[in-house]
């Protein structure tokens, strides 16, 4: 499959008609979004990493190009990308491997369900 198809490039129509569509929630997400990127706490640069590693995560190619041009712009480094790209695949993958209990927890219950079953 094309992935322009899949994944259009977003353009000055695509942007219009989103504003058109809602033009409120438009306005509270750009207020929002700014919010949440501006100097505080934790600065615009790690605010950014924060990001594309959260974009890795849930796979928004539009996000992960966003957020990386958005952390090269605050100063991170092309090794600082990558780093936070594996953290996400690490915790990714520790999700993965944590929630294999709730397999093994099903598979004791079965085994105890067919032993029990068995032993009548």
């Given at each position: 499959?094309?992935?322009?198809?899949?994944y259009p490039q977003v353009d000055a129509d695509i942007a219009r008609k989103r504003r058109e569509?809602?033009?409120?929630?438009?306005?509270?997400?750009?207020?929002?979004?700014?919010?949440?990127?501006?100097?505080?706490?934790?600065?615009?640069?790690?605010?950014?990493l924060i990001a594309?590693?959260?974009?890795?995560?849930?796979?928004?190619?539009?996000?992960?190009?966003?957020h990386t041009e958005g952390a090269?712009?605050?100063?991170?480094?092309?090794?600082?990308?990558?780093?936070?790209?594996?953290?996400?695949a690490e915790m990714r993958a520790g999700g993965a491997y944590a929630h294999a209990a709730l397999a093994v927890d099903a598979m004791a219950a079965h085994a105890g369900a067919a032993g029990a079953t068995k032993g009548c």
């Open positions: 499959m094309d992935n322009h198809r899949m569509l809602a033009p409120k929630q438009m306005e509270a997400f750009r207020a929002f979004s700014a919010a949440c990127f501006a100097e505080g706490a934790l600065p615009a640069k790690m605010k950014q594309v590693a959260v974009a890795h995560t849930t796979q928004c190619p539009y996000c992960i190009r966003g090269l712009k605050a100063g991170a480094s092309e090794a600082e990308i990558m780093e936070a790209i594996w953290v996400a």
